[in-house]
């Protein structure tokens, strides 16, 4: 049977912050031989050197801030934003970080805190123990720490508490979890509905990494139960000529009962209709995809050489909805053939992209 952890059930971003706070607070335990714990996880976030005698304060959701650690007599501030599989919203980290350079007299009392915030001596920290996507690997902050670093950190200390063993054994298991994820071409089960690629936002991130070099990445889940999505911008709100309108054009990674596919889509962006009553909004779309779809498979013939799987698939059409398929590729035949002829599918998919985006749609 499975150790009855804890951290099984205690997996929210709430019960990961009073786990780090409980590392953290160490540093105030002298006698102890987890206060090393605590020195260890202060110089992964930047700090140099750290006293015998250094104390410090530790306050949750302290101005919305998952957890605000001050090092007493350093007047050295730590913002550190925990997340477990979450994103940060938009410039979380830098909004905080303001908040606490303005405190007050009264507020800087209550941190112990004596001279003048400098701004150089609030430290930004992103601990994340899940899986990074593009968001993630855009975030600024003085130090991320993720979740190897941090069962890294707790591994020389595993044997020495209860609460820290269960703990490490959660993170274990998470970052194991992950790294099979990370398998785009798993299919072991007959359903395709359940290989990595159809259920899993990792094996999609995975996948289209290794064709796009940005991180602009965004994965999303259709509407009720639906499946896991990824998409990848090629252009996003490309104005429509002789209109106010505009146009997208991305990739998806979606499932369907067919299996799991690569499209490239032509995404209309409807304004409010209010604006012009009579103006064809579906006689626009219909020209402008026609336009883009024409260039699209153009480019296609060009290279036809370079192309030849992409040149087997079937043209798409033009229908009446927002997002419309130009071009759609079945991946589940690549996976099931494995990872040689999984690579021939990204080079032309990569070389594609490379001239749609010297493209001028």
Known sequence: MKENNIFNFATSELSQDAFICWCLNWLNYKNSELRSLATDLLKAFGEESISDSQELIIKRQ????????????????????????????????????????????????????????????????????????????????????????????????????????????????????????????????????KWNIAKSHIAQYCFLKKIFLEERIKNFKNKGNGSVVSQYNLLEKSPIKGTNETFNIFWRVDTIGGGTYLRLNYYYVFKNREENKYLDYMEISKTQYEIVCKKVYDIIGKHRNELPKIREVKKCSYKKQNEIPILHINLKKYIEDGEKEMNKLINEVKKLHNYLKNENF
Not at 85 to 114: A, P, R, V, W
């Open 62 to 193: 302290y101005k919305k801030i998952d957890i605000l650690v001050t090092l007493k007599e350093l007047n050295r501030i730590y913002i550190i934003e925990d997340k477990v599989d979450s994103f940060e919203s938009k410039d979380q980290i830098e909004n905080y970080k303001n908040k606490i350079i303005k405190l007050t007299e009264n507020e800087k009392k209550t941190l112990e805190i004596s001279n003048k915030i400098e701004s150089e001596n609030v430290k930004t920290i992103y601990f994340k123990t899940g899986f990074y996507f593009s968001p993630d690997k855009n975030i600024k902050a003085s130090k991320i720490i993720t979740g190897k670093m941090f069962k890294d950190i707790l591994d020389k200390y595993k044997d020495k508490n209860e609460i820290l063993n269960s703990y490490y054994k959660y993170i274990t298991e998470k970052l194991n979890n992950q790294k099979k994820e990370e398998n785009y071409l798993e299919c072991k089960l007959k359903s395709h509905w």
